[in-house]
Structure formats: C-alpha cells, structure tokens
C-alpha cells in the first residue's frame, strides 16, 4: 500500500486529515500525527511510532510536512529510517490542503513518484494565488 503521512505542528496535519475525510471519506492509507505545543520531539516520536505501525517494508510513504526542517519532519524522517522505510518514503515539506488531495489523486491513479511530487507541488502552487473582489455598491447588499 501506499500511505500518505501527513505531519505538523499544532493541529494542522489532524485538521487537515479531517477535511480530507469530510471530502473524500474515511480511508486506511491517510494518516496523520502533529507536535502539540508543549510536547517533547522523544514524546512526538513514541506516539508517531504508534501512527505509523500499520506501514510494512513493503509500502511506500508519502510524508507531508508543514515546515521543511521543522521537528515534526524531521522526527518523522528519522523514525522511518529507524524502522527501515526511508527507501520508499518521499517527503514535501509546504504541506497543504490542495497538496495533499492532489497527492491522493495521483495515488489513486498509480501515478509513479516523479509525476506524483510534480503533481502535488504543481497544485499546491496554483491552489494559492488572491482572490480578485469585484465590489461595487450593488454588490455590497449580497454579501
């Protein structure tokens, strides 16, 4: 199988965990775990070991994180290259919502590793962009 590890600060890769259930169901291959304020990177990883225990040697793993650099990426990283997975993980840190339902699009579709990160990072990057107001005194009363 392969999983999308999803991991964060605060409560963004839980939040956004919950958005993708609320659009695309409730799936086993979507996981996600983050740094809780307060929370120590030894406390972070014993419980990220318990997320990640379903994954085999023989799945891969999407990990997106918040943050290049950050903590809960590189916590993540290390813990997957302790239980062996690093050779079939892939990491992209910026994680976000449009990212991450491309992402899971493209796994869906069997897409291979290239065309997938190219996928994700692609919508990513057209899914922030301003939203042009046409405001006039007529429209005012529509909102």
């Known amino acids: 199988m392969r999983y999308l590890l999803l991991?964060?600060?605060?409560?963004?890769a839980p939040g956004l965990h919950s958005v993708i259930r609320m659009?695309?169901?409730d799936r086993e291959d979507v996981l996600s775990y983050s740094m809780e304020d307060g929370v120590s990177a030894d406390a972070f990883v014993a419980g990220l070991e318990n997320v990640i225990a379903p994954i085999t040697p023989e799945d891969s793993v999407l990990v997106l994180g918040d943050i290049i650099g950050g903590s809960p990426l590189t916590n993540t990283l290390n813990t997957l290259t302790q239980k062996g997975l690093l050779a079939r993980t892939i990491a992209i840190g910026g994680m976000s919502l449009p990212m991450a339902i491309s992402a899971l699009m493209a796994i869906d579709d069997g897409m291979d590793d290239a065309s997938l990160v190219a996928s994700a990072i692609s919508?990513?990057?057209e899914g922030a962009r301003q939203v042009e107001l046409a405001l006039g005194d007529e429209d005012e009363e529509d909102l």
């Open 7 to 12: 991991v964060s600060h605060g409560t963004m």
């Open 23 to 25: 659009l695309l169901g």
């Open 123 to 125: 919508e990513a990057r």
